[in-house]
């Protein structure tokens, strides 16, 4: 049954995937889960160009960007609480004095791309500025002639309005600008956006908002593990953005929260302040062996497939018949996971080579049935299985 259940993910997964090809994901963004910063989680409201524009060079300058790291996203407050008298959206002259196109010429100048944040809905969540709701296509049109990549288009003060309305008008707007840009919907999951939002967006919420706490993270990886089937190429499930670094979690919980969201095929959006990170948390999120996972072609979302009280293996398909798995401790003490073949499409007789991605090396012996190791509390162990005969 668990072989069927993941062959099943798998062929759900690219139903979707090529159904997505023919709307939202025919902008050509989002081929493979976005990755970049955003301000939001480290800096809220404080946001403004120094920051932006100090963070666009710390992603050169601490090599994250060589590591797929390129998107750098301005979230909510970035812009005046009224349009212009042409009902343009105008950056805050305090915090953005040169204005939003002359940041995007100066990130797009480091090889990088500019996000921005607006609302489905009359106000954003801050109620600092307006929102889009009734102007769509002119806030595109504004942010395809700033050269906007990625936008985040929020929830707040919708009028109680459906989602199901409100979402596909930015859409169209988006594709009717002229520029590709990657369309994030963070409708919070209300109203299962998995199931409709892959014909719209490039990614959907399908949590609440990220709290830096272990309990936070723990429960909206359980959330949006259950919408795999419906994520794949040019569309993800999105468990909101990455707290590495933000304080609260120690670094084995931050090695968890990360290597989770890479196997899930999540967004990986660096929510710290890069700019002042340290090198053990540029080493967390800078991990290529984990990010090559998270991009992985086949892109495919892993998904927990067992759990005996709080110790639990997940797992996710690769390319080149490979599979990636995590062996996650989410108790108070160390145990003993195991991850049994039959739970991860391999059959029994299969001889694996084990990479271990955080120590970086292969495991001495191969490896038949079964992988099992110790895992510190609220740590895992992140393998990939590469099959060699069998």
């Not at 003490?333 to 694996?352: G, K």
Request: aromatic share 10%; net charge negative.
């Amino acid at each position: 049954m668990k072989i069927m259940h993941f062959l099943l993910i798998s062929l759900l997964a690219f139903v979707f995937w090529d159904q997505s090809q023919t709307n939202a994901a025919s902008n050509g963004a989002g081929r493979r889960p976005p990755m970049g910063w955003n301000s939001w989680n480290h800096f809220g409201c404080s946001v403004d160009e120094n920051i932006v524009r100090g963070t666009a060079d710390a992603l050169l300058s601490t090599g994250l960007s060589r590591v797929g790291y390129e998107y750098v996203n301005i979230d909510d407050c970035w812009a005046e609480q009224n349009r212009d008298a042409q009902g343009n959206l105008v950056a805050k002259a305090s915090k953005f004095p040169s204005g939003i196109k002359a940041l995007a010429d100066y990130v797009h100048s480091k090889g990088l791309k500019l996000g921005i944040y607006s609302d489905a809905g009359s106000y954003t969540c801050s109620k600092t500025m307006p929102g889009s709701l009734g102007h769509e296509q002119q806030d595109a049109n504004t942010f395809a002639s700033w050269g906007i990549d990625y936008l985040k288009y929020d929830n707040c003060f919708n009028g109680g309005i459906e989602a199901r309305k409100r979402y596909p008008t930015m859409s169209e707007a988006l594709m009717k600008s002229g520029r590709p840009i990657f369309y994030s919907m963070c409708e919070w999951g209300e109203q299962n956006p998995a199931t409709w939002a892959p014909n719209i967006a490039n990614s959907w919420r399908t949590t609440g908002d990220i709290q830096d706490n272990w309990d936070s993270i723990t429960s909206r990886a359980d959330q949006n593990n259950q919408w795999a089937a419906y994520a794949g190429p040019g569309g993800w499930n999105d468990p909101d953005m990455l707290e590495v670094g933000n304080g609260g979690m120690t670094i084995e919980e931050y090695r968890s929260h990360f290597s989770i969201w890479a196997l899930m095929k999540a967004p990986l959006l660096i929510g710290c302040d890069v700019r002042t990170a340290s090198q053990e948390i540029t080493q967390i999120v800078g991990n290529k062996e984990v990010i090559n996972v998270n991009q992985d072609l086949l892109g495919v979302q892993g998904t927990k497939v067992s759990q005996q009280g709080n110790l639990e293996v997940w797992a996710g398909p690769l390319t080149n018949k490979r599979v990636a798995v995590i062996l996650w401790n989410r108790s108070s003490s160390t145990a003993s996971i195991t991850a049994q073949w039959q739970n991860i499409d391999l059959s029994s007789n299969v001889v694996v080579q084990a990479r271990d991605l955080w120590a970086h090396r292969n495991l001495p012996t191969r490896l038949q049935g079964s992988l099992t190791s110790n895992v510190e509390p609220h740590a895992c162990k992140m393998y990939i299985l590469t099959p060699l005969y069998g």
